[in-house]
Nanobody, 125 residues
Framework: QVQLVESGGGLVQPGGSLRLSCAAS????????MGWYRQAPGNEREPVAV???????DYVDSVKGRFTISRDYAKNTVSLQMNSLKPEDTAVYYC???????????????????WGQGTQVTVSS
């Protein structure tokens, strides 16, 4: 199986910065896209940023110019640098790995999606 472990959340003042990190571990053969989603109280989970196996990135409009996603393909990690944080960025942030191929013994399993446990980001003065 595959596990995603996030780190880096916390409390920050408006205008501040945080860096989230996520490490995927397990019997991983390949990962297509990795990304970050967030869910604020009373809202649905929404995509924030994604980076594909080819290095293409995409961001939700509300974070463009403020957040930067990056990935270490050798280590199966993904990070989200969040600058100029706003109170509306407050949410639980979830790491996501999509299009995952992993193996168990000789058997390969392709096309799976995995989630991290979530890390709280609070932007408040």
């Amino acid at each position: 199986q595959v596990q995603l472990v996030e780190s880096g959340g916390g409390l920050v003042q408006p205008g501040g910065s945080l860096r989230l990190s996520c490490a995927a571990s397990g019997s991983i053969s390949s990962i297509n896209a990795m990304g970050w989603y967030r869910q604020a109280p009373g809202n649905e989970r929404e995509p924030v940023a994604v980076i594909t196996s080819g290095g293409s990135t995409d961001y939700v409009d509300s974070v463009k110019g403020r957040f930067t996603i990056s990935r270490d393909y050798a280590k199966n990690t993904v990070s989200l640098q969040m600058n100029s944080l706003k109170p509306e960025d407050t949410a639980v942030y979830y790491c996501n790995a999509d299009g995952v191929t992993f193996y168990s013994g000789r058997t390969y399993y392709a096309g799976y999606k995995f989630w991290g446990q979530g890390t709280q980001v609070t932007v408040s003065s």
